[in-house]
């Protein structure tokens, strides 16, 4: 066994050493230097190409024919395939690089490599000039790669003039950018348009670009170095920038974007047709918006017809102050009476801050000839005092801020509320585990046509108003009763009568007390004395009651023959349960009534009446068939004796 053993080892490390020798000579086929076949790659024309040209490489390997080549740029799956020695690759308008390598295969193994650098081509598509007073200033953007930035240079010719070296943008943020600065006479008429000749230098050779512009697109209306002056208008704002202009009457166009700093919806952007006029300033002007105090960000830009607009020049602006837009207005049924106070409270809806227009933000509310005028503390009300609810009144108000009053007011009829206070409604009852609210509604119904209710989330320190920054919710209702189940964080609550005629009592606010009015005192002496009265009678009627159940019937032994009447005070008692129809013998019975003084007794006799004799019965110790004492619960027993049924 130990033989075979050792002849399965030796074929293996046989096989073994046919893998590794196999392998090492896949190796040494694919080395550059030891390929029997000596592949060789090149580019074909030129070792250096030009970005926007076509680039050729060219691979062959001695012996290849048959065999699988093909020519791969690195780092890219395209590539040319050739069976018969030779392969060429072709790339079409290669990009401006440092390095391009490509490589050549021979049966998937790569056999060598070359390197091609590829110059950018002069091509400026940004190419701007705008005029300054004694040059043109002109721009464009570097066409080479950064690795060839130092080995490449810019010239700039104005028609056949002498060309001026260019530089990079001093501004960091214009790296990539190169200007040139091409000096011209100020004093002469500027041409239509002009011509340009930009050059390029590298190490493939120079490049030339013929370039035209107009003198409308050389014109461009940057803006001066310097903060300007603003000059602010009631409604117009002006720049105004310490630099001359010498060219008459030119038209520009001016975009001005506002940018609200709180309200998106307030943001705008207008474009609009200015003329500059020969002056020894640079200034424009344009309408400011019509909200008054409010901070706006402005973004200005300018351009000549056909020309690029100019940078953006932007600044803060708060619009003057002006009239508020409108007066407040006033709510339905807006106004509460206070008789006990003599007040009266009148509310509205307030204005928001852009509509006032102005700092010192209140209200003016006065009476009809401003016979009264109201305190007004706060945003949403005002209190008249000393009120007179005799007389109708006629309420009046207006918005006002530091500029003035409103042009336009509010008006707000009061009716004599003397005489309609069997319109008024009384707040009853709120449950705060419910959020149901019950008041006691008016006394006439004529014109009615329902309640308004009213609410706010944010409370005052009254009872009677909301939060100044809170709004007053209202809805309608026809019931007396209201839930709030539905609604988050309701504070305050107030109520009014609707009727069709427009004379109403106005808003009764919950106060947390119920308002429902007591009944006068004289009713309330009737009640008392009707109750008495009522109470005295079942006092009465309970001791009658109580005397009808002592009532006692004194019935003696009866036999079949009839007898004396016994001594009262040796006859027994037994309730009064015995029914009076079975007294049909002529017996005279003596019936006692007890009563609760012992010396006052009353016999009353019963009378006889005929009726057939009774038939004798065989056994003469059976009891009369007409009378049993031996129960206690014969029927009719309420205490009472009835007269017998006729027979």
Known sequence: MGWRKWISRLVLLTLLATLIGHALAEDALGAPDGTPENCKIQPLYEPSWRSGTVGVVTCKCEGGEGRKMDVRRQGTIASTVSYNGTVTHRDANPANEWERRYECLLDGVSQHYVSVRVYARLNVTDFECREETYHLR???????NGNFENTTQYQLALDTAKPVDCRKSEDGRRRRKMECSVPIDPNSRAPEWRDFRLIMMDALGNQTQELRRTQAEMQLLEWPKGKP?????PNQTCLEWNRPIIYPNLTFELNVAFRHSKLPSLSRNVTVLRKLAVSVFDRVCFEN??????????????RLPCSRWSKRFEFELITNASLPV??????????????????????????????????????????????????????????????DDTQPATVTVWSRNVVGRSLESSQLEVPKLSAIRYRQIYMES??????QLNWQGPEEHGNFTGYMVYWCTLSSKVHDACDENSSIETTFAREPTFNFSGMQGVNR??????????????MRWWSGDSEVPERPKVMRYVEGIISLLVLGTLVVAIQKLRKMADIRVVVPDLNEVPTETPNVSNSRYYPATVPPEKFYSPVRISVTFAEEEPTRTSDMQLQELPRP????????????QYMDMGTMSAPCGDGYIKPPPLR
């Open 613 to 624: 004799q009774p038939v004798p019965q065989a056994n003469q110790n059976v009891p009369s």
């Open 493 to 506: 609550i107030a109520v009014a009568a609707n009727y069709s005629d427009g004379l109403t009592t106005g």
């Open 229 to 233: 002056k603003i000059i602010q208008k």
């Open 289 to 302: 918006p019509p909200e008054g105090n409010q901070l706006f960000y402005v973004s200005l830009k300018r």
């Open 326 to 387: 409108r007066p407040p207005k006033f709510l339905a049924n807006g106004f509460s009476h206070y008789p006990a106070k003599r007040e009266l409270k009148v509310y509205w809806e307030p204005l928001n801050e852009l509509e006032f227009n102005g700092a010192e933000q209140t209200y003016v509310a006065n009476t009809r000839y401003g016979t009264r005028v109201a305190t007004t503390k706060d945003r949403m009300y005002a209190l008249f005092t000393d009120w």
């Open 430 to 435: 709120y449950n705060k585990t419910t959020f």
């Open 138 to 144: 002109c721009t464009f953007s570097r066409m080479e």
